[in-house]
T-cell receptor
Framework: EAQVTQNPRYLITVTGKKLTVTCSQNMNHEYMSWYRQDPGLGLRQIYYSMNVEVTDKGDVPEGYKVSRKEKRNFPLILESPSPNQTSLYFC???????????FGSGTRLTVV | QQQVKQSPQSLIVQKGGIPIINCAYENTAFDYFPWYQQFPGKGPALLIAIRPDVSEKKEGRFTISFNKSAKQFSLHIMDSQPGDSATYFCAASTSGSRLTFGEGTQLTVNP
């Protein structure tokens, strides 16, 4: 089944403790992206990657890092999480030149 | 700054009604306008999309109306059903690049 898999689905952590949210897709898509969803703000792009070793900032990149060492994986790294990063996070992918994104099921992160 | 503005924030209709969700954009370079549907606990899923060379696109009970001069587009759901209750997001992008989303509309269709 074609899908984007995120882990974990739920995570509660403390301020300052480094964490990684993993994202993997099995569709051989070149383009991958991370979004955060907050009430009243919709989905805002954090980082995106157009291919292996090619990443760029989205609209709200502060406090986040990403890497794209393999085509299928695009982890999101929070080096020193803060409470304002409490949110619902989505990873998405699409093929280059394609329009439709496939989204993962989301990771609900709480930073206390 | 939100480049895509969506309204209303929430909407309640009766079964069989025709909810309408509106979006307005600023960037005239946008050339792809999709709508995504999101159920609780799930990621958004592509519902229907339009390009600015047409004024309307229909897929089943879902219709997008597009007004290029006004820089607005809207989603109409005909004969709405309780199963349509979800959050709907409009979005826009330029030449297949990154999507900019609206704020979302929580739709409730009562039986």
């Amino acid at each position: 089944e074609a899908q984007v898999t995120q882990n974990p689905r739920y995570l509660i952590t403390v301020t300052g403790k480094k964490l990684t949210v993993t994202c993997s897709q099995n569709m051989n898509h070149e383009y991958m992206s991370w979004y955060r969803q907050d009430p009243g703000l919709g989905l805002r792009q954090i980082y995106y990657s157009m291919n292996v070793e090619v990443t760029d900032k989205g609209d709200v990149p502060e406090g986040y890092k990403v890497s794209r060492k393999e085509k299928r994986n695009f982890p999101l790294i929070l080096e020193s999480p803060s409470p304002n990063q409490t949110s619902l996070y989505f990873c998405a992918s699409k093929r280059t030149g394609g329009d439709g994104y496939t989204f993962g099921s989301g990771t609900r992160l709480t930073v206390v | 700054q939100q480049q895509v503005k969506q309204s209303p924030q929430s909407l309640i209709v009766q079964k069989g009604g025709i909810p309408i969700i509106n979006c307005a954009y600023e960037n005239t370079a946008f050339d792809y306008f999709p709508w995504y549907q999101q159920f609780p606990g799930k990621g958004p899923a592509l519902l229907i999309a339009i390009r600015p060379d047409v004024s309307e696109k229909k897929e089943g009970r879902f219709t997008i109306s597009f007004n290029k001069s006004a820089k607005q587009f809207s989603l109409h759901i005909m004969d709405s059903q309780p199963g349509d209750s979800a959050t709907y997001f409009c979005a826009a992008s330029t030449s297949g690049s990154r999507l900019t989303f609206g704020e979302g509309t929580q739709l409730t269709v009562n039986p």
